[in-house]
């Protein structure tokens, strides 16, 4: 297969499909999706048959807006490729696949970012399989393709005193200051997605006279109540300097005025906390862009939470609930094993000689 005639980063980026085409709820509608997937295949051979076949397996898999843009982005980026090329989207062969692996890491994107976009094409293809748009031969050859060297979960975490360095670097003397200590300390406490966080209302807090929780929803629509704990009083303290506390049906966490003075009524969109943990690492001393490898992000709040319940004495089933994983491995994956750990479980051993040895 011949090489492109422009670059490959320059025809990956060449297709990116506008993050607002679709509505704002957290399930999309099947119309929406469909208009989507159609705008983005509408040059494609097969496109409309391809929309069809894959709307359902969307629908189904995906459950938030961003998911579906990530993934839409993607098909979209290899198919564009594809068409450089002069190869029809039901025509791809495993082979095909393979170049565009070489292509992407040519383009100097990373095996986590190239295994993302290669776990996408298996899922499309597999349902264009299912739909009798290509052989099932051709879908299984093209789910062989993988790339080695991926680290599962590799999102760097903080240490518990880097967590509380970053919180006391937030300056509560503003109105951001304190929204910002609250957002990043319900982030700590409750590792929520961000989706979960963002989405929260006024009227989703809740308290017993004893605690303060916040109702979340998060993956897969899944309704859950989170505790506070330390989180309440920086959570409350916002409310009340924000006079947000009648508004039940208001965003809880909402983006400034340019001004600074007052706050927008809707919610943060999903790239204003990763910026925020950017920031006070910065002002905490802590170099964001190193440690880990990766770089520290808003994820790396939630893996930060799940290392400090289970290196605090919660069981893995106890941060598994916590976490709100399907699957207790992924919450294995989570936990960053030190080589203390050999020693910690050794010294729980309890075989132990009584008396006095003869």
């Known amino acids: 297969m011949a090489e492109p005639p422009a670059s490959a980063l320059a025809i990956l980026t060449s297709s990116r499909v506008p993050a607002d085409d679709l509505i704002e709820a957290e399930t999309p509608a099947a119309g929406k999706v469909a208009a989507f997937l159609a705008r983005s295949l509408e040059a494609t051979a097969g496109g409309s ?54 292509a992407l890491l040519e383009a100097g994107m990373t095996p986590a970012t190239v295994a993302r976009r290669l776990s996408v094409l298996r899922g499309a293809y597999q349902q264009l399989a299912a739909k009798g748009l290509v052989s099932w031969e051709t879908a299984q050859d093209i789910a062989a393709v993988r790339i080695s060297g991926v680290q599962k979960n590799s999102t760097p975490s903080l240490t518990q005193r880097q967590a509380i360095a970053l919180l006391e670097a937030i300056p509560t003397d503003s109105l951001q200051g304190k929204r910002d200590l609250a957002l990043m300390s319900v982030f700590f406490l409750t590792g929520c997605r961000v989706s979960a966080v963002i989405g929260a209302c006024v009227g989703h807090l809740e308290t017993d006279g004893v605690e303060h929780y916040l109702h979340v929803t998060e993956k897969r629509n899944k309704k859950r109540r989170k505790i506070l704990l330390d989180a309440a009083r920086p959570v409350l303290a916002y409310v009340k300097s924000a006079g947000i506390g009648d508004d039940k049906e208001g965003p809880l966490f909402r983006p400034l005025r340019p001004n600074g003075l007052g706050l927008v009524r809707r919610h943060l969109d999903r790239k204003t906390p990763w910026r925020l943990v950017k920031k006070y690492c910065e002002a905490a ?24 319940a289970i290196r605090n004495g919660a069981t893995m089933h106890e941060v598994r609930e916590f976490a709100g994983h399907a699957d207790i491995r992924t919450t294995e994956l989570y936990f960053v ?7 910690v479980a050794a010294r729980r051993i309890q075989i132990r000689v009584t008396g006095s040895p003869r």
């Open 337 to 343: 094993r030190k080589e203390e750990d050999a020693e």
């Open 285 to 308: 001393g802590i170099d964001h862009q190193r440690l880990g490898g990766r770089g520290i992000g808003i994820h790396s709040l939630r893996k930060t939470a799940i290392n400090d």
């Open 49 to 102: 048959d391809m929309t069809t076949a894959l709307v359902p397996w969307i629908c189904d898999a995906l459950q938030s807006n961003h998911s579906v843009h990530a993934y839409g982005r993607d098909l979209n980026d290899f198919l564009r490729h594809m068409q450089v090329q002069g190869i029809a989207a039901l025509a791809v062969t495993a082979d095909h696949v393979k170049l565009y692996k070489r």
